[in-house]
Structures are given as structure tokens and as C-alpha cells.
């Protein structure tokens, strides 16, 4: 099946302005689909989750079509979905909970790959607990988090390895099933911060080895909050704190309060139009997503080849994304300038692709950039080789300016 790009974009009011958008790993655009299903939601009658007034059945169905839709994307079950208002905050719940068991001693394995979302909760708790952090290190030249780095760190007392699945500062996907084999062996949790990966690549959660998974609709054409899938084994033995009225039933135990539902109505349509991606598929939604998945792989592969050939025929440009297998995202610095004046250069040709850390400060300074960071490329499954054109003319002109 060929990927019409150009009926994708049609789809996104968004990117009428006309501005060439590598901005995606901080959040995408959203498909008309989307912004609909969220106007529906709070157009019609919306009341607190219940079986009696049209209000409570509308926020109970949403909730309902939300968790089935989630579920199919991150090969879940239903109840093992829980909501959360960002992935950062899902995280610091999950590391409170977890840490009450820990004892003075216990350890954590931490990423300096890793987003400080996935680090400073574990680093926090582990201190409260009076638990060891220990830290896995991944090689600047290469990218690469290799197995054995995090292997090294196991021991009996380790109670949770944290790991993402994609770094969203330079894209390396480390191989996060063999690290779970190696943490399960070990009797501690994998905690999997898929934020960036949920973007690119269709999640298995049972696949991957992961205990707990987080990631967020709006880095995937979703409202913004954070979604978390675990086993409904795990989340049953979890003990959060709550209200005392509200129910113990999982997954509500862990969502505090009333939930976002026009929220979790565009993120149900997010869903929904990502699977559309792969028309005359056949199958469940799961397995459309899946064909979907494919497609957009294919498309930002073939741009990021481009995109990394005229990279290299740049002189004073560092590209830092090297690893073996990585999302379509790029971190560039520039001799003898800033990234930061390359994104305000950028930004007046219309084409925007930020600067900086981006909250994963361990990597940045791990690659000797400080907290500065780098000038961040990342694609998206609506950027076309007109948006790389545009890019790789708008560098060149950097570069002579």
C-alpha cells in the first residue's frame, strides 16, 4: 500500500499556516477527526459516569470507547488503562506507590538515556526509602544503551528498572525486551516510559516485558494527558491513595477525581484515525493499527534517509542520533554556533524545529552538551520531502549567514 501523505495532511487544520513542522517529539499536530470528537463530547450532555440521565450514559460510553481504543493500541487489557494528566505525574504517582514496599538497601535502576520524567520520580522515592539509585550509562558515540549496561546493575535487591523505549532527545530504541528478561529474572519491575516510542511504532506491552507502560495521546494526535498500561494482576496488588467514597476497582483506584472525558474522547479518535491510516486493511481495529503502523514506518524511514544524506553534506554539522535502530528523530549541534540561534533562524523561514534539552538533561550533558542540548529534528507521520527541503534550504542559509 502506498502512504498518501498528502491526504494525511489534508486532515490537519494545523498545518494551513504553512509552516514546515519538526516539532512533533514535543507534541503533534491534531487531525480534524480528533478536534471533532472532543466539540461532540462537550456539545452534548455530559455529567459525572452513571446509567441513569443521557449525561452519565455519554461520559460512561466515552470512558468505555477510551480504554477499548488504548487497550488495542498497546495490546492491553481494558481495565489495565489508567488515566493520568501527564506521563510526568503518572510516573510520581506509580514511584509513591511502589517505593512503600521498598526497605533501606533496596535498589532502582535509572537510565541517563531517559527523559528526567523516568529518573528524577525513582531518584525522589529511592531517597525517601532510603533506597540505592544506581545509574545505567549509554555511549555518547554511539547512542547506543546496551543490554549489559543495565544487566551489570541487577542484583536481588533490585525493585524496579526504569527504561524508556525511545529516546525522545536522539531516538535510540534500546532493546527493552532483553533488559526485561534481565530485570524479571532478577524479581524487580520494569517501568517503560514509551512516550516518544508510542509515536512511532505499534506497543505490545506483553512483547516488550513491560510491568508498566506510559505514554501520552498528544504525541500521537491526542488531547493532552498521560496514559498508563499495567497487568491487572500488578494493579490489583497496588495500593494508592484515595478518597474514601470512591471505588476500589481498578483502574479507577488510580484516577483521582472526575477524568477529562472530552479528553478521552479525542484520544479514543486518535486512535481510530491512526487505524484508518491503512485503508482496505481488514481485521480488528488492533490489526489495522498494526498495518497503519507499518505505513508510517515506511514513510519517515525513507525521509529520515533523505533527510540524513543531505545532513552529511553539510560541513560544521554534528548529528548526535546514531544508534542502530532509532525513531525519526535527530539532534544536531553546529560549530562554532548555537542551536539556539539556528531554531530563531529556522523559525523566521517559516520552518520549526526547537532547541534545547527537552527534559532529558542527563543525556544532554551525557553527550557534552550541557543543558543546552541541540537543535531537534523529529518527523511525523504528516511531514512530507517538501518539509525537508524546506529544513535542509533553511540550514544551508544558517550556515552561509
Known amino acids: 500500500m502506498t502512504y ?8 490537519f487544520p494545523g498545518l494551513r499556516a504553512g509552516v514546515a513542522r519538526f516539532d512533533g517529539p514535543g507534541g503533534t499536530q491534531m487531525p480534524s477527526p480528533v478536534i471533532e470528537a472532543v466539540t461532540d463530547a462537550l456539545s452534548n450532555p455530559l455529567s459525572v459516569r452513571g446509567s441513569v440521565a443521557p449525561g452519565e450514559i455519554n461520559a460512561e460510553t466515552i470512558v468505555r470507547d477510551f480504554r477499548r481504543a488504548m487497550a488495542d493500541l498497546l495490546g492491553a487489557r481494558e481495565a489495565g488503562i489508567v488515566v493520568g494528566r501527564s506521563a510526568t505525574q503518572l510516573t510520581y504517582d506509580f514511584s509513591r506507590v511502589l517505593a512503600r514496599s521498598w526497605a533501606p538497601g533496596d535498589e532502582v535502576v535509572v537510565s541517563r538515556l531517559d527523559h528526567d520524567s523516568n529518573i528524577r520520580p525513582w531518584v525522589q522515592a529511592a531517597e525517601r526509602a532510603g533506597a540505592v539509585v544506581r545509574w545505567a550509562d549509554f555511549d555518547p558515540a554511539t547512542g547506543e544503551l546496551p543490554v549489559a549496561s543495565v544487566g551489570a546493575l541487577l542484583t536481588d535487591r533490585t525493585r524496579v528498572v526504569a527504561v524508556t523505549a525511545a529516546s ?3 531516538g535510540t530504541r534500546p532493546d527493552v525486551a532483553a533488559m526485561a528478561d534481565l530485570a524479571h529474572r532478577a524479581g524487580a519491575l520494569l517501568y517503560v516510559d514509551g512516550v516518544h516510542f508510542a509515536a512511532h511504532a505499534l506497543v505490545d506491552i506483553e512483547a516488550l516485558g513491560a510491568d508498566l507502560f506510559v505514554c501520552s495521546p498528544y504525541k500521537f ?3 493532552h494527558h498521560g496514559v498508563l498500561a499495567a497487568s491487572t494482576r500488578l494493579l490489583e496488588t497496588l495500593r494508592p491513595d484515595k478518597l474514601a467514597p470512591s471505588t476500589d476497582a481498578i483502574p479507577e483506584r488510580f484516577e483521582l477525581g472526575t477524568l477529562p472525558y472530552e479528553a478521552l474522547a479525542g484520544t479514543r479518535a486518535a486512535v481510530d484515525f491512526i487505524a ?12 489495522r493499527l498494526r498495518s497503519a503502523f507499518a505505513s508510517i514506518e515506511g ?3 525513507a525521509l529520515c534517509r533523505s533527510m540524513e544524506e543531505a545532513l552529511s553534506q553539510l560541513d560544521g554539522v554534528t548529528r548526535h542520533s546514531r544508534a542502530a535502530l532509532r525513531t525519526p528523530t535527530m539532534l544536531l549541534t553546529f560549530k562554532n ?4 540561534d539556528a531554531y530563531h533562524f529556522l523559525a523566521r523561514s517559516h520552518v520549526h524545529a526547537p532547541a534545547g534539552s527537552f527534559y532529558a538533561l542527563e543525556a544532554s550533558r551525557r553527550l557534552g552538551l550541557g543543558d543546552a542540548g541541540g537543535l531537534r529534528v523529529g518527523l511525523s507521520p504528516y511531514n512530507n520531502a517538501d518539509d525537508v527541503e524546506r529544513l535542509m534550504a533553511g540550514l544551508r542559509a544558517f550556515l552561509r549567514s
Open 4 to 11: 498518501d501523505v498528502e491526504a494525511v495532511r489534508a486532515r
Open 337 to 340: 554556533r548555537t542551536a539556539s
Open 299 to 301: 514513510h519517515e524511514t
Open 276 to 287: 484508518d491510516l491503512a485503508p482496505g486493511t481488514a481485521g480488528d481495529r488492533r490489526e
Open 168 to 170: 525522545n532527545l536522539i
Open 221 to 223: 494526535f491526542g488531547p
